[in-house]
Nanobody, 113 residues
Framework: QVQLVESGGGLVQAGESLRLSCAAS??????IGWYRQAPGKQRELVAT???????NYADSVKGRFIVSRDIVKKTVYLQMNSLKPEDTAVYYC?????????WGQGTQVTVSS
């Protein structure tokens, strides 16, 4: 059974940093990464990384966020720097294996101005 468990969310001030982690159990995944959902908005891509190490970022986080994965530990990380109030959202771990998609429970990130 697949489980994605996030950690590392919290409350920070604008300009500070946070690091999210997501530990995956079960199968290995071709793509793993992060989405987020702010109040009243749709869930959106933040960043993903493939087994080969290819990354994909939302334009709004390019240059500030870094996604990485440890294949052996089955863990994906999101280093978030220079956080802005508009980064406030619930961050969800995302994993894809072939055509199947899995989601974590989410972790709240709040950035105060």
């Amino acid at each position: 059974q697949v489980q994605l468990v996030e950690s590392g969310g919290g409350l920070v001030q604008a300009g500070e940093s946070l690091r999210l982690s997501c530990a995956a159990s079960g199968s290995s995944f071709g793509i793993i990464g992060w989405y987020r959902q702010a109040p009243g908005k749709q869930r959106e891509l933040v960043a993903t990384v493939t087994t080969a190490g290819s990354t994909n970022y939302a334009d709004s986080v390019k240059g500030r966020f870094i996604v990485s994965r440890d294949i052996v530990k089955k863990t994906v990380y999101l280093q978030m720097n220079s956080l802005k109030p508009e980064d406030t959202a619930v961050y969800y771990c995302y994993a894809q294996r072939y055509t199947r998609v899995y989601w974590g429970q989410g972790t709240q990130v709040t950035v105060s101005s």
